[in-house]
């Protein structure tokens, strides 16, 4: 019942349309990466996209969110925070997370910011291939006003070719911000 109630809000109240699926009865465990992140608005804009379309997903976020009180909202919505220190072995840790659980799907900003940046950080690409999972690229398109979720793909090793294609998946999406959208073939 909450599902249609959300499916409402996102299709008929705000005009959004998703294009792809989770396939979740497939896919329990995997990165999604949701690209741009031009604004707080992405975050909400993720949780109606999940609850709309039935499936949970998780995130991760810089420890100090999570304080009180805001820490109990992001962790009711499915956040675990994460120790930003240097010197941590961050993919390995995250990645181990897969290992204790049945079904967990990963939300990551690859940008890391939700300013303009010229190339997308890697991290979730060796967190998909440490924990053995794939990457489901997600594309927040606000110009359109829509979601752009791509099929599964498990990262071939070969980085350059594999980011080469997720640049291409990510072309054109607009941000809400639309001047800190990544645009990976501007020069």
């Known amino acids: 019942m909450m599902q249609g109630f959300y499916k409402w809000i996102y299709e008929k109240v705000l005009g959004w349309e998703a294009i792809g699926d989770f396939s979740q009865d497939s896919v329990k465990k995997c990165v999604v990466i949701a690209v741009p992140h031009t604004s707080w608005h992405d975050f909400y804009m993720g949780v109606l996209l ?19 009180p805001m820490g109990i909202f992001f962790r009711a919505m499915g ?19 897969f290992d204790d659980k049945k079904e967990f799907r990963l939300t990551l900003a690859p940008e890391g910011t939700r300013k303009k940046v010229d190339q997308l950080k890697t991290g979730f690409y060796f967190i998909a291939k440490e924990a053995g999972v794939p990457i489901i690229m997600v594309a927040f398109d606000f110009g359109k006003k829509q979601h752009r979720i791509s099929e ?14 997720i640049d291409h998946f990510f072309a054109g999406a607009v941000g809400k911000v639309p001047e800190y959208s990544y645009t990976p073939f501007d020069t």
Do not use: C, H, W
């Not at 999940?50 to 009180?68: D, H, M, S, T, Y």
């Not at 599964?152 to 070969?158: A, E, I, L, T």
């Open 50 to 68: 999940r609850n709309a379309l039935g499936v949970k997903i998780g995130f991760i976020g810089k420890k100090e969110l999570f304080k009180f």
């Open 79 to 97: 956040g675990a925070p994460i120790d930003r220190t240097p010197g941590q072995d961050k993919v390995k840790s995250i990645a181990k997370v």
């Open 152 to 165: 599964p793909f498990y990262p071939s090793g070969n980085l350059e070719e594999d980011m080469e294609m």
